[in-house]
């Protein structure tokens, strides 16, 4: 029976394995309260851009306003309290210049002048931190960028734990790939890093700029990290993406993808080999095959380079009929 047959030859491809890899942001800002409280306003929307410094949420502030209030209040009325000990002292120590009050009565009063003006800077003090505190009931945002998700309501009562919104900022990206630990001997720094989409079309390339130097006791695997470009916004933060991972560079032969049968989950492909006789006869092999590559499969094992793949006909042939090849180049 003639068949077309298509020499295997050897190709370089790449070695590389293919991990699920989670996006993360270095340039969003997780923002949380520094007081607890009961939101009265939300001054933004999601997926706003906003400014540094741009009103975000505002939280009741009546009860620090009232505790601002006791404590300036308070700094007022020490402040008169230093006014006398100033006059009081002024006064005692004229007395004691003309011989009228002793040394002792001089030292006291300017005891209890350094004793009110002590009492007041302490009070000085009080109220600015009692008015910085005020401040952090409006939240505000920190840097530039973009308003995420806001999961709070007005009248939610929030605490210093509490995720009241995201400030994201777009740019780099950095990928979370997790290696196997067997595969852990492998691993260097600028390793090249692929991302690729569910069809393994290449969305950007990259390398590996970090490797722990730990391994994960849960999932015995090692965190890599590799910065990511997202110069046009393709990809998202905490997105799942594929990473694939190149480890080098191989030789591999390949061969047709129409030569190549699946049957059962199993890959399988007729080879022409010479008998005693001096003809061919064909036998199927069973294949180990890698990626696509073109109109190729890059297979494993199974093949060697220099066999002659049967291309057309491989639904008639049978294990071990004689055959007459024919060389095709398409």
Known sequence: MPVQVKTAHPANV?????????LKSRDTAAIMP??????????????????????LIQIDPAKQQAAVKSQEDARAAQEAQ??????????ISG?????????QDLDQARAALDAAQSQLQALGANVREQQVQLNYYQVVAPRAGIVGDIPVRVGDRVQTTTLLTTVDRPG?????????VEKSAQ????????????????????????????VDNTTQTVLVKAQVPNNND??????????????????HPVVPVIAVSRIGGLYFAFVAESDSKGGYVVHQKPLQVGEIVGNDYVVLDGIK?????????????????????QETTS
């Open 14 to 22: 790449n070695d590389t394995t293919d991990y699920v890899a989670t």
């Open 34 to 55: 520094q007081v607890d409280g009961i939101i009265t306003q939300i001054y933004v929307h999601s997926g706003q851009h906003v400014a540094p410094g741009t009103r």
């Open 82 to 91: 230093v006014k006398w000990a100033q006059q009081n002292y002024t006064r």
């Open 95 to 103: 007395l004691a210049n003309a011989g009228v009050v002793s040394r």
């Open 172 to 180: 780099t990206l950095e990928a979370y790939v997790y290696i196997p």
């Open 187 to 214: 691993l260097k720094m600028n390793l090249p890093v692929e991302l690729v989409d569910a069809s393994g079309k290449r969305l950007a390339s990259s390398h590996v700029s970090f490797i722990s130097p730990q």
């Open 234 to 251: 393709a990809l998202r933060n905490a997105q799942f993406i594929r990473a694939r991972v190149v480890w080098g560079r191989q030789q």
């Open 305 to 325: 380079a220099g066999d002659k793949v049967v291309v057309t006909g491989t639904q008639f042939l049978i294990d071990g009929i004689p055959v007459v090849p």
